[in-house]
């Protein structure tokens, strides 16, 4: 079934005269779409992560070639001791965590260096100035000086160009130095031990946020593998703090800490940062970020400590919470916070991160959950913000899951714990925005196929599907589910696709599939999100299940979408709702 819906795919790609892009040829260096272009050429042949599973039993030859990288590019280990470096890792958070952080920083006055990942909009979101990507000129600038020496240094022994993580991650050294940033925040991209970050050799201090399950190909099917990973980047005599973990991976943790000299403390709850006073405001939205914002406190005022700053923070007496008693590493005491450090847990800006975008009657809730625990997290933001929202009148309201996973992810777990929100529509997609994206090279991605995203999407839905026929016999009252068993087949106009079902059958949560992500947001919005046009008035809707989805849709007082699973899948999607952040 599967294989007969991308034969039709392919068809309609043809009939409409589209091609998915393929490797771009060799462009003369000039502007910042010819950078990303040539950036894109480094996710060929072998991706990162397939480089990182190739070396991981032999974790010094992984950083010795990316010390053989740095160095070719013109500067040495040493000099990244003058970056003030803030090295962070963990699960889930870790970004959150790493943007608390900076923000803190920042408004005490210094000049802040921010590297995360993955970007979600523009490449350039990686490298932060003061909280700003860089400009697309500084892009440009260091992107050429990068590359050129890189490959003028090549040689028989030296040959190959790093991959695309590892060109960024230097790209960004050689930013924050030449930039003269008084401090760098650095997130880790996959681990720890293996990571190419973990090239920094002298940290001021580092982080490790909630540990959970992900990447298992390349960290370990259990919390504890992990957890010795994201231990990797511990130290000798470099304070680390991390929050509340399970006990095992927590235990783990200190080994890792012991075994390398490093200090390790348990970051208190942020209801110890707020006795006595009033509740702290974040800037992001969730329960969750609550344990990231405490240890983006730990993180800054260590930073501030070791730097001989002023305005520390005076240390205070209060009671650890219960449930931190009794761990195997100490606990780092509390203190009175700054208003620096209240106005930058406040200012804090976090895109695709439990953010909520107003349109009209359409409110999109995106959050680049992916994996279990993070999930749960999302579940529990997205039920308490849409309870927040103001009722319709007349009471119509529908909710739309907007869904897609990548990598190695178990997406029928993730899928499962979605249930609950009891939406009425589950639409499946790929991170594309377009069904070719060859005029945007910030979203090209060569190491996943059009087609493999769409087998991906088909599965999911299959799942979704399943999911809720087992709820459905776990309640005899509830009516029986749509059954998906429907075709990839293209509408009669604008070449179009959807997933949909066979024949009509009373609807409840029906799951959708569409080729990109505009058309599954046109088709949600129904023209009523003013960023997006309406779906095509002939052929878009040539089945049932759309045909009445769009009706309803049209006619509710308010359209709740839910875009999770993926990072890369939000990123798409703020690209079309913001169009500003394309600019």
């Known amino acids: 079934m599967v294989a007969r819906g991308l034969r039709a795919l392919r068809g309609a790609l043809r009939a409409g005269g589209r091609r998915f892009s393929t490797r771009p040829a060799r462009a003369p260096a000039m502007d910042y779409q010819d950078a990303i272009r040539m950036l894109n050429t480094l996710q060929t042949n072998a991706s990162y992560l397939e480089q990182v599973k190739r070396e991981r039993g032999d974790p010094q030859a992984q950083l ?145 946020s909630s540990l959970g399950i992900d990447h298992t190909s390349i960290l370990g099917d259990t919390m504890e593998k992990i957890a010795w990973q994201k231990g990797g980047i511990f130290k000798p005599g470099v304070p680390a703090f991390t929050v509340a973990q399970p006990e095992r991976p927590l235990e783990v943790l200190r080994e890792r800490a012991q075994e390398r000299k490093c200090p390790l403390y348990l970051c208190p709850e942020l209801d110890d940062f707020e006795e006595g006073s009033r509740p702290l405001e974040l800037g992001l939205a969730g329960a969750h970020q609550r344990s990231n914002a405490a240890l983006a406190l730990q993180l800054a005022r260590m930073w501030l400590q070791r730097r001989g700053c002023q305005g520390l923070g005076e240390l205070k007496e209060v009671p650890p919470s219960t449930e931190l008693l009794g761990r195997p590493v100490p606990l780092a005491p509390a203190f009175r916070l700054t208003d620096a450090m209240i106005q930058g847990l406040r200012d804090t800006e976090w895109l695709g991160r439990t953010q909520v975008l107003s349109h009209g009657p359409v409110t999109w809730y995106l959050d680049g959950a992916h994996t279990t625990s993070s999930i749960q997290a999302c579940v529990r933001w997205f039920r308490q913000a849409a309870l927040n929202q103001d009722k319709p009148h007349d009471g119509s309201e529908v909710r739309v899951l907007l869904f897609n996973a990548t990598g190695d992810r178990d997406t029928a777990a993730l899928l499962k714990l979605l249930v609950p929100c009891h939406f009425d529509y589950a639409v ?84 959708l599939v569409f080729p990109c ?67």
């Not at 998906?484 to 009373?506: E, F, I, T, Y």
């Not at 040539?542 to 769009?550: I, K, L, M, R, V």
């Open 428 to 511: 499946f997609c790929p991170n594309f925005t377009e069904v070719s994206v060859a005029n945007n090279a910030d979203q090209q991605n060569f190491n996943v196929t059009l087609e493999n995203a769409l087998t991906r999407c088909l599965e999911n839905q299959r799942t979704w599907t399943r999911l809720l026929e087992e709820k459905v016999g776990q309640d005899p009252w509830l009516p029986s589910p749509l059954r998906v068993g429907g075709l990839l087949q293209p509408a009669p106009a604008r070449g179009s696709l959807l997933l949909v079902p066979p024949a009509p059958r009373p609807l409840n949560s029906p799951a």
């Open 64 to 208: 010795e070639a990316m010390q053989g990288f740095l160095e070719r590019s013109g500067l040495k280990v040493e000099d990244l001791d003058r970056l003030n470096i803030i090295h962070v890792t963990g699960t889930k958070g870790k970004g959150s965590a790493c943007a608390f952080t900076e923000c803190i920083l920042r408004s005490y006055g210094l000049k802040t260096g921010f590297y995360s990942s993955p970007h979600l909009v523009q490449v350039r979101e990686r490298i932060r100035i003061n909280g700003q990507p860089i400009s697309k000129d500084l892009f440009n600038k260091y992107f050429w000086l990068v590359y050129n020496r890189l490959e003028e240094t090549k040689d028989p022994a030296h040959a190959s160009m790093p991959a695309y993580f590892r060109f960024l991650t230097i790209m960004a050294f050689h930013v924050f130095l030449q930039e003269k940033v008084d401090l760098a925040v650095v997130e880790v991209g996959i681990g720890g031990t293996y990571d190419c970050t973990n090239i920094i050799r002298a940290p001021v201090v580092c982080g490790v």
């Open 517 to 583: 992500l505009a058309q599954a947001l046109r088709w949600v919005a129904q023209g009523r999100d003013p960023h997006l046009a309406a779906p095509a008035a002939s052929g878009a809707h040539a089945h049932p299940a759309a045909s009445s989805g769009a009706v309803l849709l049209r006619e509710a007082a308010a359209v709740r979408v839910l875009v999770t699973g993926s990072l890369h899948l939000v990123g798409g999607a703020l690209r079309l709702l913001v169009p500003a952040l394309s600019q």
